[in-house]
């Protein structure tokens, strides 16, 4: 049986599209397992899933502590003999500073490397190793702008690898499961995996306005972190709005919302392609993270509104008003759909070099 280990972890927006990719090989027969950190979110996520799952002592690494780099090479050192043993026809990383050990390893022991980056500019791990990768699988065209031309070769783009129920969920059947009636609106909030303060208090805010549409549904991902601070300060609302820290069914309700107010994630952003839903961002500050860059993509295609943190009130304001003009959402939908491509994790599965003998 062939084997490939998936290396990934910090955030849903690198976890999903790797399980993703680990669902579509395991479809063609191909074992796959995991590779994360024990501190994060995929040793909850992956360690309930059906995959093998090995989390490693990896913390980002700084110079203020010495012993992050201690704890790297300790973990390469680890990833080496997981490699060793495991014997994987391939391994792919997903980003971040946790994918560096086992993609190494990977490369010293002279596996075949794949990457996959999901946001627009290539992040830390990705920028340091995608020169020595068999492949680096983009979601956005607009990536190769930072790139040589003589990687070009070794690049491809697949948009990023989405859950299935992004593919299967289909508006009118979600509306139904939901009850949504036939002239209610649905309004969709997000701050990503681990929710945004700056929206949240926005939306606290402005929850007047909430109050006063009657006929616009709010679903409310608070994130886990500022849930009981939300909780608490939201006195009343209507009593089809839903307030949650998470929402496991987003795919669900993302096809059912009619507008999104949400951060710039990577995999927000290519789920928002893929369902067509109009939506008004607000991007995560750092530079770090590239956000500003991948709202960019939707910004300059007129399929989204885009506004600084800071910015975050004037956000709800605009959101309260576009939901009411049909014939603006109308002409968004149009946008995102012309930018839909098809299923990056089926390509992924069948792009990377195992079928041979
Ligand atoms: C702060 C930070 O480091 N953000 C990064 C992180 O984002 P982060 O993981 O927050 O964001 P993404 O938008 O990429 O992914 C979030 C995923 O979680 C899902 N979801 C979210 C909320 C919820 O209630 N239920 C739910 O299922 C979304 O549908 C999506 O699939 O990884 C992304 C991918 O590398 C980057 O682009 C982001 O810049």
């Known amino acids: 049986m062939k084997k490939v280990i998936l290396t990934t972890g910090g955030t849903g927006g690198h976890i999903y599209p790797a399980i993703a990719v680990a669902d579509s090989l395991r479809e063609k027969g191909v074992e796959c397992s995991f590779v ?27 110079i203020k502590k010495p012993l992050s780099f201690f704890k790297m090479f300790k ?24 994918s560096v050990p086992i993609l190494v390893a990977g490369l010293i022991l002279g596996k075949k490397v794949y990457l996959q980056e999901q946001n627009a500019n290539l992040g830390f791990a990705n920028k340091l190793l995608y020169r020595f990768a068999d492949k680096s699988f983009l979601a956005f065209e607009k990536t190769y702008d930072e790139l040589p031309i003589k990687y070009y070769r070794r690049l491809e783009v697949t948009g990023n690898p989405l859950r299935k129920e992004v593919y299967l969920a289909d508006r ?31 939306l606290l805010k402005k929850w007047n306005l909430a109050l006063e549409d ?21 006195k009343k609302y209507k009593a089809n709005d839903v307030i949650k820290p998470y929402f496991e069914n987003m795919p669900n309700i993302m096809a059912a919302a009619d507008l999104i107010v949400c951060r710039a994630g990577a995999l ?25 860059e991948n709202a960019k993509i939707l910004e300059e295609a007129g399929a989204a509104f885009v506004h600084r943190n800071s910015e975050a009130e004037i956000a709800i304001d605009r959101a309260f008003d576009l939901i009411k003009d049909p014939k603006e959402m109308a002409r968004m939908k149009v946008q995102l759909k012309i930018m839909q491509k098809e299923n990056a994790a089926e390509r992924i599965a069948n792009d990377i070099d195992i079928w041979g003998n």
Do not use: C
């Not at 050192?77 to 792919?92: D, G, K, L």
């Not at 009657?214 to 939300?230: D, Q």
């Open 75 to 98: 973990s390469i050192i680890q990833a080496i003999f997981i490699v060793m043993r495991e014997r994987p026809e391939a391994v792919i990383g997903f980003g971040n500073y946790i």
């Open 268 to 292: 927000t952003i290519s789920e928002i392609i893929e369902l067509a839903v109009p939506a008004i961002l607000v991007p995560y500050q750092s530079i770090k993270v590239g956000q500003y």
């Open 172 to 202: 009118q059947t979600e509306r139904e499961k939901l009850k949504i009636e036939e002239d209610e609106k649905v309004l969709l909030i997000t701050g990503g995996s681990l929710g945004a303060k700056s929206i949240n208090d926005a």
């Open 214 to 234: 009657k006929k616009v549904r709010i679903y409310w991902a608070t994130g886990e972190g500022h849930f009981e601070e939300v909780n608490n300060k939201v």
């Open 36 to 62: 994360g950190t024990k501190h994060r979110m995929e040793k909850d996520i992956l360690g309930r899933s059906k995959y093998k799952f090995i989390g490693l002592d990896v913390i980002p690494l700084s």
